[in-house]
């Protein structure tokens, strides 16, 4: 039973078999192949427009940190959830790439931006005060990290707020797949016409092996030749690009991203439902993607550890178990079992 | 006729296969897998020692600069020659992640380190002369820049010089594989048992889609928990580390990587023959390894160009040809062909 | 009236007479002259040991990112005040400076951080989780940005759990005259005795021109090097020297500085006595050291507005008046006046 | 005798006068103070020109480093004379300021740059080669390190041919008055009418404290916000900025500064004088400015030693005598007759 993370799990058998197909003859370096020619129209039938570009990029830690950097001076701020993975997960990787900016954290329940305190934080935003760092990037993240999701409009609102300001826009999409599920979004929906001007869109916890794209649009595209030479010299211009490409667009190709997403929120909602037919078990957040936070009463706590299942205690007292589109339902079935003895 | 580059080939069929081979199940995530701990093993023996550290990195780049990173301050300087990879194709990422170290340029023939310039450089070195930055690191590179390798002895002395006024030696070897199927050197003997501190060993050129082993020996394995920080924040931690362990593993089982460097280099000694026995050809450097650098006559340089022979030109008036493992011989046929019309 | 800030006020004139005194014939650069060499008899009169090194620097914010430079790498956190003056008045000089070292806010009353607060963080702390930037430091302020003052006793308690868990220990002292003057401490009572491994020593506030001593204390002086390496690229390392020091032996000569904070704090004294005499006025914050914080009711804070008195609104809603070595008597009876009016 | 450098000397007694003049009353902090203000009109008629911003900075070394890092991003590199003061002399100062910036350094006789190295170099700049580091700004110094003097002409065409090729163009004026007083050219014409963008114009080794100006120029004021956060965030943003300011207005008042480079330079002719009347020993280069540099024959080699002269060898076998708008002619008798008893 292991749901420590959507990371654990194998990559889906059609990303092995495009790169085992494209493992053929000779390609040019560096994204100027076929494969990656093609990634270009799979994006642009999934986000339903040609005013992007983009890179793929085998992380997305630095997948974030590359956005934020074109998107975010070194003498400026980015604001973010305080439990942003940008914030907790990532190792000063914005600072890094950025050179120094500042992440000017917001509260919020669930992981999602309090809307009074980033209003606060905007009308206190003064770029001419020499003195304090300002912001000049809005960063969201959506599924956010304690698994709920932001609705377009939200994400809209919070963006045009932002924008009103000078803050341009970031959406760190690492399951942004899981939140499209459950919102029913379109991805341009969730993206350009919400008012996002970077987006890091996922695929790696979806079902890649390592698989992250960055998509710059309409004025935002100014800054890609900076985006590919900060790609550069961070080590994230692999040569052989066609690889990183095939994954992409296996992912992409009819859709089997959005189709592994559903399959893992819906195994998520089983989990919840297991857990929550409990005594004494509550989610700490709704489940509206591919992750369960779960208070569980201490006989509970005991009978998983007892057990070994692979789940991860999180801050505020809960646990989180992860799905994937990997997971067996033998792994669902057997938590079922074990929580039937508690 | 692609001689463009070595990062041009594909991927040799062992390493599909082990990626393949790995895709089953649910593994732990950032190098506590299994697959990640049977490279530890190829590893010792490969390298005859236990005394070792490793960080499994996708980019060449990126590995370079991270070895760095821990071997020189951001305040210090490193010493490579003035046609380093380091200095030359990297974009700046030796300065970007230090925080801002120096490279102090030193000249030599065929992209060696001449022993004077370096000498020189050891002797004005004055650490507790604040206003100048002081070397802290050698970076050395083999294969070189030029295709030429060096020799243990010569590592092995170079490394003295330094060690002897308190630098710490790396050594890219990006190209390493060629340069030992020329020498006939040990991996041993031509790193920690000839000074080298950390090496960066790559297989990407090798043969593998994007793989390369930073190997920390001896003393410098104090750093690795800064190394694995470093590697974190810049994005070159991948959760699903046992698809980029497999490439590995699948590179050093049987000493496949070696063989496939051995075939990349008789490839490219076909290749000198073939130019040589023109009139007016001539190698500016020795075909150590995999790559020819030939400087040619307007009329072969003709035919070259029409014929679509894909190579490089390079700085000082040649051109460069690179072989890899997967060089068909049809491909050489046909560069014969060219020539004899000439 | 101007109460803006302790930096709006002219310098001492023994710090003018100080400069001029030691304009005279050739000096060696770069700190190697006679008046620096007095400031280290100073200073060790003046913090009872002569186990430290020290760097004398124009610049507060720079003081406090050099101090914070050599005690936290780049991929470590700094925890600090939410209000602290490196996180909100010094525009990320501490990350840029450390090279992407982030802060770690600490809430609490009147700037000071609260103790359950501090445990939590230094309970959490974990440097072996590599995807978390781990706290290497704890940054203290006294007088805080609040004006009020830590006891000895809270700065030795904060210090040693902050060590207990292997951080170590920065103070700064832009306004520590101020804290000494109230509190009665010595110098060596409120650093090194109690923990402090590096002190932003104020004097500029105090009555300098631009004056501030960062001081190494034991352990730390190790990393005296790097700080002059530091200083020196960041251009913190005048060649002319002697004109910095003079304003330290100035300042530091007979306890200058220390009768200059017990002037400053007494004019707040009264400053805070006049303001509140007035019906509903009243402190947000104990008026420890030179700077009063008064919650003003609608009336008297028009009357202040229409009248020009310079004080500086702080959010929370309070007015800050900050009090100097050279705040006019007549500055005071004005207020007195235009309060009595009201 | 003391030729060590002209950092060694005292200021100009008007300095010390101007500073004790403005140290009355309180003053707004951070430039906001009347006596800036006049800095900005002796400016104006120095330079003849309005269209400028300027930032006063006690350090020659960051106001080099903080103009440089407005001209040439963290991707990018700058075009300097491998003997520049920014490479060998600030300790890494603009890698550090723009965040990793590369330097590329070119030869030259008498550090000036030679111009088909120039040319060269500009030649192969391909800003869309995302592998290397492109060349963004062009910095010349004038005075040279080797105490040589540009001419207008040469400024002029210099910046002509990197206006080429999209850079911008700096000038390290630390000892520009130096350079004024040799060339008899006017500031405009030298500095903005030759194209310079940004200027570090120094006034430090000329006769004040610590004063050094960054004056950018026309297009290049759209950076002057950002030049501000920059100063702010590496400490250069002093609160009692009147006494900085002071020096300036000292300096430029009456036109003091270029009388005093006039006296500096006059004793440096008198010292090459003296020394070339020695049979044996030559010049180095031509004393165009403050500094001279002699080869010496060995016999008075032993006798400068002896007498403890204070002068500094230089690379390439001269020793560097520098003479100050202070040098007493007492010190240039004395090495007369020291030279005489030889």
Known sequence: MDFASDTTAPAHPSVIEAIAAVNTGSASSYGADDVTARVRNLLADTF??????FWICASGTASNALALSIMCSSIGAIACHEEAHIERDERGAPEFFSG????RLLPGHGAQID???LRDALAQNNPSFVHETPLETLSLTNLTECGTAYSVDTITHYAALAKA???NVHLDGARLANAL???GATPAEMSWKAGVDVLTFGLTKTGA???EIIILFGQMRQQFDALKARAKRSGHMPPKMRFLAAQATAMLDGGLWLELAKQANSSAKTLANLLCAQPGVSLAY???GNEVFAVLPPAIEAKVQQAGVKCYPWPGGSYRFVCSWATPQSDLDALRDLLAEA
């Open 48 to 53: 339903e427009t040609n005013d992007f570009d």
């Open 100 to 103: 120094g900016a500042k992440l």
């Open 115 to 117: 809307e009074t305190a």
């Open 165 to 167: 300001e000078g803050l």
């Open 181 to 183: 599920a459950h919102t």
């Open 209 to 211: 092996i390592g698989c």
């Open 286 to 288: 709704p489940t509206d």
